[in-house]
């Protein structure tokens, strides 16, 4: 579950291949604040789920030892912030029925597809 809520909530995004073709450096880390979101909670949760709920900071530095995520997380927030970049958190409950909401989102008909002349 703290797998999918830092992956799939509203608000991440998935790029193609091709989108990703020849990105920059910088572009690289942009990809990785949109494609990830973290989940809020007490020290406590943090530590049980391995500091993976600072997604966000998993991506950026996934060679930080993971204990120092919840350390670095307030700077990585602030950087957002000021470059109008999103910073996707909320609490557990949020994310898993944000997930829950895409996924039924996803799996419905679109309104294009039903529009279509036949």
């Known amino acids: 579950m703290i797998i999918v809520c830092g ?22 880390y942009v990809r990785q604040i949109h494609g990830s979101a973290n989940i ?5 949760f943090h530590v049980l789920t391995g500091h ?7 991506h ?4 930080l030892p993971a204990r120092r995520y919840p350390e670095i997380a307030p700077r990585i927030r602030e950087l957002c912030e000021r470059h109008g970049l999103p910073y996707n958190t909320g ?23 039903e529009a279509a002349p036949a």
């Open 60 to 63: 950026l530095f996934p060679d």
């Open 91 to 113: 609490s557990f409950a949020e994310q898993y029925g944000s997930v829950l909401m895409r996924n039924l989102r996803l799996a419905l008909p679109s309104r294009a597809v």
């Open 52 to 58: 993976l709920s600072h997604q966000i900071e998993h």
């Open 7 to 28: 992956h799939f909530p509203e608000g991440t995004r998935v790029y193609t291949e091709a989108e990703v073709a020849g990105e920059s450096r910088g572009q690289w």
């Open 40 to 44: 809020e909670g007490a020290s406590w």
